[in-house]
């Protein structure tokens, strides 16, 4: 079946400008996550969407970070007012629920701010 | 706190030499443990986990690893590489504390080069 996917592959934006980022999960899967992935950083956590609702938003950095899920299936993540230390390869995965569960990550897009 | 602890950021091996991914985690009333494996250019996908049970885990393409309580650790090991084990490992950890479940804490990672 189909993996988790995520658009676009790659981003180049200008410093300032907004970004969207959108997740597509496996099928029938509950559980959704954003992860950053920065060189030298390794992954971080953004946030955790249990079905439409965010219970973990302890991850994302800044108030110019949001996102959300609509019809417990597709997700994006916003960036405002992007800044250079924004680029970094953006991760989303899924898994069926939560806890103990395998995370299935899609392949990710690589934000690059000017 | 760092939770998870990657000592190793690169590991240069040769062919068919046995190989082992350092990971300790910091200590917990309970954890759940995770081996991911991003080849290039690819998504993380993952290798093995620990939950319960046994404390040697047998993963894909030949990996296993060791849940050791006593040293924290979770070491990742392979007896013999191939070249498309050349990949970045992460570990990783859910940490519980009084019945209350974290998130995937991610390690650095490593970087396993293996070479003809």
């Known amino acids: 079946g189909a993996g988790v996917s995520q658009s676009p592959s790659n981003k180049v934006t200008e410093k300032g400008k907004d970004v969207e980022l959108r997740c597509d999960p496996i099928?029938?899967?509950?559980?959704l996550y954003w992860y950053r992935q920065s060189l030298g950083q390794g992954l971080e956590f953004l946030i955790y969407?249990?079905?439409?609702?965010?219970?973990?938003k302890s991850g994302l950095p800044s108030d110019r970070f949001s996102a959300e899920r609509t019809g417990g299936s597709v997700s994006t993540l916003k960036i405002q007012r992007t800044q250079q230390e924004d680029s970094a390869v953006y991760l989303c995965?899924?898994?069926?629920?939560?806890?103990?569960?395998?995370?299935?990550f899609g392949p990710g897009t690589r934000l690059l701010v000017l | 706190a760092q939770s998870v602890t990657q000592l190793d950021s690169q590991v240069p091996v040769f062919e068919e030499a046995p190989v082992e991914l350092r990971c300790n985690y910091s200590?917990?009333?309970?954890?759940?443990l995770f081996w991911y494996v991003q080849y290039p250019n690819q998504g993380l996908q993952l290798l093995l986990k620990?939950?319960?049970?046994?404390?040697l885990v047998k993963g894909i393409n030949g990996f296993e690893a060791e849940f050791n309580k006593s040293q924290t650790s979770f070491h990742l090991r392979k007896p013999s590489v191939h070249i498309s084990d050349t990949a970045e490992y992460f570990c990783?950890?859910?940490?519980?504390?009084?019945?209350?479940?974290?998130?995937?804490?991610f390690g650095k990672g490593t970087k396993l080069s293996v070479k003809p």
């Open positions: 995965a899924s898994s069926p629920g939560r806890f103990q569960e395998t995370q299935y």
């Open positions: 099928s029938g899967h509950t559980a």
């Open positions: 969407f249990q079905g439409n609702s965010a219970p973990d």
């Open positions: 200590s917990s009333v309970s954890v759940y």
């Open positions: 620990y939950l319960s049970g046994s404390t």
């Open positions: 990783a950890v859910i940490l519980t504390y009084g019945g209350s479940q974290g998130n995937l804490i």
